[in-house]
């Protein structure tokens, strides 16, 4: 965890190359939807339908996506195997403490 | 997991074992309850309902204490006494007060009894699997706050990366919390019509995804390694399951109304989630074969290991399932047969119920501080369990594509209900061998109860330190 080393910088590049590849057009993409969608509201009875599961899902996501930023930004992900081993080391911890009293 | 700094807390100072027997005696209760329920809507599908006539019997309404019986009563029960037992030992800090757990424990008993009573006399509200009555909604909504406040509290004090337990716990009550509120009020109120029916999809499936399945996945992620006494395989591929779930699913409840007036983009991006979310289960089912890989004799020897990886399998099965017939081709086929009925049950019993059995059938000794008093009955009841819901479940399922056949040949309706006679009369008998399994169980836990052996410190699961 100390000695975390700065990222190779062909990995930096990599990493922006498929940032701009993947989410430019995804995000242009899902504008481009939600503005159709938009429209579809205003203009038909069928885009009416369709508002409230959707702007639901968007709160859900939006409100997951801005959990995942701020787990990603705590460090929630980093020595991500450490918490498996941990949990079983607290279990016996308190297990064994149980059963001393026991015996 | 926690501040280094904290001294160590003793199992009695976190876990309130009184309680969490008593949610898991509430539990029972209701399951029992439930499982009578749905027994009379079989023999009333077989021409013999033993209560013809009588209104509060009538099995249209016993149906539905059956299904909320099972969701609200037994599940949430069962799962409010796992995390009782869970939340305090992962995080080495109790619940945020006792007394709220108790005054919780004691209202949602209320809400329980009070949304049976008002089905038997005819109040359900017009929501699949929200038909409690609308005076009960904001009692169950408050209580639901209370359930998350009190839980999170221990959760939001820790520091340092979360297992993934605690990750499938924040969500389920802040989701579980939403979805109620989304499914009771805004039908209710706010939204009529179609986009009211959409909205009621999405309630119906996010009961399962966003309720049952992040406490029930969150429970096995708790479970298994310690049962086992080894590590998950890949925490990481965890964490993926789990964010794939907060994303992919919230959209796919839309699927239970396909070739309605729903728009079709919506009910082709409900279609493509829930395939999407298939893609996810197959991670998360990965990840506990990896861990058991190597254990695999623990499936013999260990019950409660038994229980988890059965739920396990029939939970792979059925979201396999479920990403074939949300296709329209399927759908078209399989819409309002007991198609639907055989997949529910699937999920529902074959899934987190065997899981929370699988958990009290581990706890249940511990809790009481004795061996059980018959592991033989413990077998019983697992297999009786197993073999009625796997024969009860592909029986419906089988009936289902009967039905659906007869109904695209265009034949009468008379046809489809004479095809489905002998599928239902094994019905019965399947629910009978399931209803049994429960009894045998009951009497295990009443002699054990009862019974003087203390429990040998060695038996109890004391695993070794992770290495």
């Given at each position: 965890m100390n000695d975390r080393k700065t990222p190779p910088r062909a990995t930096f590049v990599i990493t922006a190359i498929l940032a701009v590849v993947i989410l430019i057009p995804s995000m242009l993409g899902f504008a481009n939807k939600f503005y159709e969608l938009i429209l579809l509201c205003r203009g038909e009875v069928d885009g009416a339908f369709a508002i409230t599961p959707v702007v639901n899902y968007l709160l859900a996501s939006l409100g997951f996506f801005c959990l995942l930023c701020w787990a990603a930004f705590n460090g929630m992900f980093h020595d991500i195997e450490a918490p498996k081993r941990k949990m079983l080391e607290t279990e016996w911890q308190l297990d064994s403490e149980t059963a001393a009293q026991k015996r | 997991m926690s501040d280094d700094s904290t001294a160590k807390p003793r199992h009695e100072d976190l876990v309130d074992q009184r309680l969490v027997c008593w949610y898991f005696a509430a539990a029972l209760t209701f399951l029992f309850i439930s499982m009578l329920g749905g027994m009379l809507m079989a023999l009333q599908l077989v021409r013999h309902?033993?209560?013809?006539?009588i209104e509060i019997f009538s099995p249209g309404r016993w149906r539905m204490i059956h299904t909320n019986a099972v969701a609200y009563g037994f599940l949430a029960n069962g799962f409010l006494g796992c995390l009782h037992w869970a939340v305090p030992r992962l995080t080495l800090r109790p619940v945020l007060d006792r007394r709220l757990s108790v005054l919780i424990f004691i209202a949602w008993q209320a809400v329980v009894l009070a949304t049976a009573g008002g089905l038997a006399f005819g109040q359900a509200q017009a929501l699949e699997w929200g038909e409690t009555p609308t005076w009960i909604d904001p009692v169950a909504q408050v209580g639901l706050l209370l359930v998350a406040i009190n839980f999170m509290a221990p959760i939001s004090k820790m520091s340092g990366p979360l297992y993934v337990t605690l990750w499938y716990f924040l969500a389920a009550f802040i989701w579980t919390f939403l979805t109620y509120a989304m499914g009771n009020f805004v039908p209710e109120y706010f939204v009529a019509g179609t986009s009211a029916g959409a909205v009621g999809g999405l309630f119906i499936h996010d009961l399962v995804g966003l309720f049952v399945t992040p406490l029930g996945w969150g429970l096995m992620y708790y479970f298994v390694p310690i049962l086992l006494k080894k590590p998950i395989w890949s925490h990481g591929l965890s964490l993926v399951g789990f964010w794939g779930l907060a994303f992919f699913?919230?959209?796919?409840?839309?699927?239970?109304?396909?070739?309605?007036?729903?728009?079709m983009f919506l009910q082709y991006g409900a279609v493509i989630s829930t395939i999407a979310v298939e893609l996810v289960v197959t991670t998360v089912v990965i990840n506990f074969f990896g861990t058991i890989w190597g254990s695999g004799s623990a499936v013999k020897h260990n019950l409660p290991i038994r229980w988890f990886y059965t739920g396990m399998v029939f939970y792979f099965l059925t979201c396999f399932q479920c990403a074939l017939q949300v296709t329209m081709t399927f759908q078209a086929l399989i819409h309002f047969t007991d198609w639907v009925v055989g997949h529910a049950h699937l999920v529902m019993f074959g899934v987190f119920s065997m899981w929370i059995l699988g958990i009290m059938t581990y706890l249940f000794p511990l809790l009481i501080g004795r061996d059980w008093y018959s592991r033989k009955l413990c077998e019983w009841h697992f297999w009786l369990s197993a073999v009625g819901i796997f024969v009860m479940a592909g029986d419906l399922i089988l009936g289902g594509l009967f039905q659906g056949w007869s109904w695209a040949a265009l034949q009468p309706w008379d046809a489809s209900v004479e095809v489905s006679f002998p599928f239902w009369f094994v019905r019965v008998f399947a629910g009978l061998a399931m209803f049994g399994g429960l009894l045998v169980f009951l009497y295990n836990i009443w002699m054990t109860w009862r019974g003087e052996e203390e429990l040998a410190v060695d038996s109890a699961t004391v695993p070794a330190p992770a290495s």
């Open positions: - | 309902n033993p209560f013809a006539g699913y919230p959209l796919q409840g839309i699927h239970h109304f396909l070739y309605t007036p729903i728009p």
